[in-house]
């Protein structure tokens, strides 16, 4: 089935430490994008990559550091410098493009707890 | 102010209701326009994409207002079922970068 993987679902980091999500799709999409949601509160954008090896900062990029080695990857590591990491993290794609009106789909999401 | 505006809600309505919910945008730039559903602690997912022209899908009807810039979601015959928040997207264009609105909760009681 075509869609999109994150892993690991659920991840308790300790202070002090990197943390990485992976993201794997298989749709062919060119755009991928990394969004964190805080409880109660809406989808915030961390990073985004329209094409593999280019990279953009979002919204709140400070903490965060993103690879597009491959089309289908965009893992997300979560580093020490991230002062308050707990959310839920969630990777999407797209095709951006005006025919298809870069429709966004999502994978299931990973929970992020500091422990 | 911020580029997509939501009513957080929650909206609290009976089975069989019809409810609606509005999403401002700041930029008249902006090209595509969705709506999405969130369930408590799962992703968000297409509900439906918004057309200049309005479109139906069963018990939901998305309308665009250009000259107001927003759009509207409107559900009929309410179910328990529809509980959950519903996020508005937009995308601008050239980098279709999508941006969020805060979603409006909706519950539904029997």
Redesign the interface.
């Known amino acids: 089935d075509g869609g999109i993987t994150q892993s690991p679902k659920y991840l308790f980091r300790k202070e002090g430490q990197n943390v990485t999500l992976s993201c794997e799709q298989n749709l062919n999409h060119d755009a991928m994008y990394w969004y964190r949601q805080d409880p109660g509160q809406g989808l915030r954008l961390i990073y985004y990559s329209q094409i593999v090896n280019d990279f953009q900062k979002g919204d709140i990029a400070e903490g965060y550091s993103v690879s597009r080695e491959k089309k289908e990857s965009f893992p997300l590591t979560v580093t020490s410098a991230q002062k308050n990491p707990t959310a839920f993290y969630l990777c999407a794609s797209s095709i951006p493009a005006a025919a298809s009106g870069n429709t966004i789909y999502f994978g299931e999401g990973s929970w992020l707890t500091v422990v | 102010r911020k580029e997509v505006e939501q009513d957080p809600g929650p909206f609290n309505v009976p089975e069989g209701a019809t409810v609606a919910f509005n999403c401002t945008y700041s930029n008249s730039a902006s090209?595509?326009f969705?709506w999405y559903r969130q369930d408590c602690?799962?992703?968000?997912?297409?509900l439906m994409?918004v057309y200049s022209s309005g479109n139906e899908d069963g018990r939901f009807t998305a309308q665009l207002n250009r000259a107001s810039q927003y759009i509207s979601l409107l559900i009929r015959d309410s179910k328990l079922s529809d509980s959950a928040t519903y996020?508005c997207?937009v995308?601008s264009?050239g980098?279709?970068?999508?941006?969020?609105?805060?979603?409006t909760s909706l519950i539904v009681h029997p």
Do not use: A, M
């Open positions: 090209q595509s969705f602690r799962k992703e968000p997912k297409l994409s996020l997207v995308s264009g980098s279709y970068i999508p941006t969020f609105g805060r979603g």
